[in-house]
């Protein structure tokens, strides 16, 4: 019979996230070359957004804490991407203000956060052995 192991999947049993994806979501907040005359999102455009980059977050943080994990505990990469971890989870606790453009100033927040996530996911994973 086939041993059944126990515990949350790993980095090496997942997937790789799907960068392109993320960053096209990224890129649609923060890019201004992308459109430079175009107006923000409509604001049910907005909400889907926000909520995409919400769950790209809840699906990179942990692989990129554990990647950063594996490094040593003095490792310049893995002080700053566990840093980065921990910037992630204070942007998901917050709510938008409730000032004009606060959805928006959120969003491209969480945008800000997504990208430097998708930055130390690819940094940790070439440095993996």
Not at 70 to 95: D, F, H, T, W
């Amino acid at each position: 019979m086939p041993q059944v192991t126990a515990g949350p999947p790993t980095a090496e049993d997942q997937t790789p996230p799907d960068l392109v994806t993320m960053r096209a979501a990224v890129d649609r907040l923060l890019d201004p070359d992308a459109v430079p005359v175009a107006l923000p999102p409509a604001p049910d455009e907005l909400e889907a957004l926000t909520l995409q980059l919400r769950g790209h977050l809840d699906l990179l943080m942990p692989t990129v804490d554990e990647l950063a994990a594996r490094l040593g505990k003095n490792s310049i990469p893995r002080y700053c991407a566990l840093a980065c971890v921990g910037e992630a989870r204070l942007r998901l606790k917050e709510q938008p203000s409730t000032a004009l453009g606060g959805d928006l100033a959120h969003a491209r927040r969480l945008a800000r956060v997504l990208n430097a996530l998708c930055d130390h996911f690819e940094a940790l994973a070439q440095a993996a052995p």
